[in-house]
């Protein structure tokens, strides 16, 4: 099993086909997602003046995989507080939180604290990711 330090220093060198390397601040859900067996594709921090205003993860789209991010995340929130709109979700193959798929009907001010709430909740979940991470076996 690979250590954090070399998932991470593998994804550091990944980069879209324009070249741009993964955000900073969806990094380490990239990371803790592959290492757990999750592979992703492609992933957003979420932007207010370009893309969209959620943190969101794709994943590579197997039945399996999504079945065991769904696990995780049945495990996440029956420890942390679920609210319906910062909730994360498994929206096809897109890791995002339920609410984001509204942001066009929110006010640039709205936008702007909805992104930090969506934020906070991917971290949070990172964290928990993260935990996994560094358990001997991996599981829930």
Partial sequence: MATWEEM?????????TLGTKIDT?????????N???????QSCEGHLD???????VALQGEKEHCLRLYRYLSAFYAQHPLSLDTVLILHGIRLCSNGARFHEH????????????YQDEMQAFTQFLKTLCSAPDRSI
Avoid: H, N
Wanted: zero cysteines.
């Fill in 106 to 117: 929110f006010s640039g001010k709205e936008r702007e604290q909805k992104l930090r709430q």
């Fill in 8 to 16: 991470a220093s593998t994804f550091s060198r990944v980069t879209d």
């Fill in 35 to 41: 290492m757990l067996g999750i592979p992703t594709k």
């Fill in 25 to 33: 601040g969806i990094f380490d859900t990239v990371v803790a997602l």
């Fill in 50 to 56: 370009w893309g969209v205003p959620y943190p969101w």
